[in-house]
């Protein structure tokens, strides 16, 4: 049996609904083998953020090292990075153990506002992230503060999308969520056609952790060989069953349901 190897370079959330333990719950529905490099502690529940703790340049490293010698990832997911030093030790690892397959999930801002990327880290990404990604997803607001554009239309979104895929990745996904439209739309852009996915916005508080949720989907689906299109369509089904089956944890923005996609897919 061939198993599928995905690797996640991201913040813990202690509440478990995004950051590492999403990544890590993905990967394991989808059926691929979970890795994981944290490079920050957040004590995080649904309501707040109470404290982030980044680790040391030499402790990320470390991890990668003792991945890259070992236990060759067939995809990559990236996260909370905080700083531009992780940033800078994370790309250069990469490509020194010849990484393919990565998604880049550009977080800034925990959804109770709480910063998970200094400010000074956005040229970083820029330099340093997005010329290594296959797919890169981010939300309207990073999308922004990214590209400096303002993302009001749709027509805006796709400018930003060419913008990204200029900085040198392969495939752009602009995510809806944070949209005013009845419908949520994701715009894909992969340097040549634009595709939009829509789906029925839900209205519900459970929507903590989505965009690490999505983004750990497509690179468990990379990771077993999908094309980018098929891994996002994948995705993009396994989040909205997440957010529709809510489990209704916590008193603030609750995590999405791991399990859902493949409850549905279970014929009993
Ligand atoms: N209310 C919703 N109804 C349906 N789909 C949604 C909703 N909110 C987000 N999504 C989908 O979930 C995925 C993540 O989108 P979103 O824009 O929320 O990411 P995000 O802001 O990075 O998430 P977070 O920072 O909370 O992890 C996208 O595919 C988006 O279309
Ligand atoms: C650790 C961590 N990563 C990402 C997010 C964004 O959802 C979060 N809230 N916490």
Redesign the pocket.
């Known amino acids: 049996m061939t198993v599928a190897k995905v690797l996640t370079i991201a913040g813990s959330d202690s509440g478990g609904g995004?950051g590492i333990q999403?990544d890590l719950k993905t990967f394991q529905e989808l059926k691929a083998y979970g890795m994981s490099v944290l490079t920050a502690v957040t004590a995080q529940n649904t309501l707040d953020v109470h404290g982030v703790y980044p680790l040391t340049v030499s402790q990320v490293e470390e991890q990668l090292d003792a991945i890259g010698a070992d236990l060759k990832p067939d995809a990559l997911k990236t996260g909370m990075l905080f700083s531009a030093e992780i940033i800078e030790a994370v790309a250069s690892k990469v490509k020194q153990y010849e990484i393919n397959n990565v998604v880049i999930?550009p977080?800034m801002?925990?959804?109770g506002g709480a910063k998970l990327l200094q400010d000074e880290a956005i040229e970083a990404v820029k330099e340093h992230l997005i010329p290594l990604a296959t797919v890169i997803?981010?939300?309207?607001?990073?999308a922004e503060a990214i590209t400096g554009l303002t993302l009001n239309t749709i027509a805006d979104r796709k400018e930003a999308a060419k913008h990204l895929h200029e900085l040198g990745a392969q495939c752009v996904?602009i995510?809806?969520?944070?949209?005013e439209e009845k419908e949520?739309?994701?715009i894909i852009y992969d340097g040549e056609t634009f595709t939009q996915?829509l789906?029925?916005?839900?209205?519900?508080e459970n929507?903590?952790?989505?965009?690490?949720?999505?983004?750990a989907a497509i690179a468990a689906d990379l990771a077993k060989g999908m094309s980018f299109l098929d891994a996002i369509r994948v995705?993009?089904a396994y989040?909205?069953a997440a957010?529709?089956d809510d489990l209704h944890i916590g008193s603030g923005?609750g995590p999405t349901n791991h399990w859902a996609y493949q409850n549905r897919r279970v014929k009993v």
Not at 137 to 142: G, K, W
Not at 175 to 179: D, L, Q, R, T, V
Not at 208 to 214: A, N, Q, W
């Open positions: 995004a999403a999930d977080v801002i925990a959804k997803t981010p939300n309207i607001p990073e996904v995510k809806g969520g944070h949209g949520v739309i994701d996915l789906n029925e916005r839900q209205y519900t929507t903590h952790g989505t965009g690490c949720t999505f983004a995705a993009r989040i909205q957010i529709e923005h």
